[in-house]
Nanobody, 122 residues
Framework: QVQLVESGGGWVQAGGSLRLSCAAS????????MGWFRQAPEKEREFVAA????????YYADSVKGRFTISRDNAENTVYLQMNSLKPEDTAVYYC???????????????WGQGTQVTVSS
């Protein structure tokens, strides 16, 4: 079993930045893909970013490309999401995920965190 704990969410004004972290415990995730999904109120859960076990390649949703950066530290069993130029439409609960491959679909991930709220005000 893998436990995932996200942190770093909060409130920020449009144009600001936040850095999300996700620490994995229970089993090593250094050979697994990791990623982030998000879900806004009354909307479907959507893919945000993913990273392979080695750190490359990385994948992004079109809506965040150029603004968000995913990275990982395998020694710390941690994945990060640096979010810049935030927009009100980025407001959502952000979930950390672990799976076999860095795919943009929720079914590709076996473990999910509890989520961390990100709120961007205009």
């Amino acid at each position: 079993q893998v436990q995932l704990v996200e942190s770093g969410g909060g409130w920020v004004q449009a144009g600001g930045s936040l850095r999300l972290s996700c620490a994995a415990s229970g089993r090593t995730v250094s050979t697994k893909a990791m990623g982030w999904f998000r879900q806004a109120p009354e909307k479907e859960r959507e893919f945000v970013a993913a990273i392979s076990w080695s750190g490359a390649p990385t994948y992004y949703a079109d809506s965040v490309k150029g603004r968000f950066t995913i990275s990982r530290d395998n020694a710390e069993n941690t994945v990060y999401l640096q979010m810049n130029s935030l927009k009100p439409e980025d407001t959502a609960v952000y979930y950390c995920v672990v799976g076999l491959n860095p795919v943009p679909v929720a079914e590709g991930y076996d473990y999910w965190g509890q989520g961390t709220q990100v709120t961007v005000s205009s």
